[in-house]
């Protein structure tokens, strides 16, 4: 038997080790270039507005197949690259389009110094722990054989009604106060409500298409919504706003547009990335952005 986040957790450390996620999902920076290049130019506003220092460390969580970064280097063409990334077969192919990074397993072996960190739909692959209220009160879910076993908690959560389910990521809170307790600024992108709400959000993808999560780990990609909310009272933070606000603040469409006239043959293509990271029925308005920043820093750029 086994706490439903250490499962989860396991299960995606197999799930990133051996499988290739991009053919189950489709992520920001791999819609189109124009994503990485906007977070890019917002780093580096970010940076200047920081004092332009020389040892910055431009950090990605999570950079899946390395293009977020590889686009962000063309707008910023920053001194020094570190990728948090555990699996191996990712760190190989992030290799291939940002050779000069350096890779870490987490936080731990940053090196000293003001950092600007990224991290597109990384929080969502952290694990959670999951709650159910019952009659007699809240039980703490725990996976024995493929099923779910439920234990008695004294977790502290409020009084929600019978049946309600809370996820509360130990893992996502703990990144984001470690980050807060460094110097710098940290960017999320993820999907998650506005408000921290009951509800179970984890949901499985194998193959493409929804799973049962506890069927076949290390074959699907468990994730959850991110509560930015809980991490925002957590430390000090700006937003979460939503991404279509975001995006077209940092100017995703002019510069789409410049984009489409140099190249008329990936007008279309462009179009539609665009839509799908703005639509609200795609990704414009589920998906929020949280900057993670010391006490009394000036609005950050997309945030106003
Ligand atoms: N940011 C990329 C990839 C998102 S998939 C994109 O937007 O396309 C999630 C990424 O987080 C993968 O690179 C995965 O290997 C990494 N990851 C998941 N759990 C992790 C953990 N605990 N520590 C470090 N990296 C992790």
């Known amino acids: 038997m086994e706490r439903f986040d250490h499962f989860m957790a396991r299960a995606n450390a197999a799930y990133y080790a051996a499988k ?32 332009a220092p020389e040892n910055i460390l431009l950090v990605e969580a999570g950079p899946g197949r390395g293009v977020l970064m590889a686009d962000a280097l063309r707008a910023w063409d920053a001194p020094s690259v570190h ?3 555990t699996s191996p077969r990712l ?15 987490s936080l731990d072996t940053l090196p000293p110094g003001p950092m600007i960190l990224l991290g597109n739909e990384f929080l969502d692959a952290l694990p959670v722990r999951q709650f159910v209220r019952r009659a007699a009160g ?35 809170l703990g990144f984001c106060r470690q ?26 993808i194998k193959d493409g298409a929804y799973a049962d999560p506890l069927a076949t780990p290390g074959e699907a990609d468990l ?9 925002a009272r957590a430390v000090n933070a700006q937003g979460p706003v939503k991404q279509n606000a975001f995006l077209t603040s940092l100017g995703l469409y002019q510069r789409s547009d410049v984009l489409a006239r140099r190249h008329p043959e990936k007008a279309i293509d462009l179009k539609l990335a665009v839509q799908r990271l703005t639509a609200p029925e795609a990704m414009g308005s589920l998906f929020k952005v949280l900057a993670i920043c010391p006490p009394g820093t000036p609005t950050l ?4």
Request: net charge negative; proline share 7%; aromatic share 12%.
């Open 223 to 231: 994730t959850a919504h991110v509560d930015f909310a809980a991490i």
């Open 301 to 304: 750029p997309g945030f106003a």
């Open 91 to 105: 760190r190989a192919e992030q290799a291939s389009r940002v050779p000069r990074a350096i890779w870490h397993d």
């Open 83 to 85: 990728f948090i990334e």
């Open 138 to 172: 809240w039980m703490e879910r725990y996976v024995d054989n493929s099923v779910y076993i439920e234990q008695p908690t004294d977790y502290p959560l409020p009084d929600d009604p019978v049946d309600s389910v809370r996820e509360v990521s130990e893992a996502a």
């Open 20 to 51: 290739n996620p991009f053919a189950d999902f489709v992520t920001g920076p791999e819609l189109t270039q124009v994503f990485g290049e906007l977070l890019g130019a917002w780093a580096k506003v970010v940076w200047q507005g920081m004092g």
């Open 179 to 204: 980050l807060a307790a460094r110097e710098g600024v940290g960017l999320f992108i993820d999907y998650g409500p506005m408000q921290s709400a009951a509800g179970e959000s984890v949901q499985a």
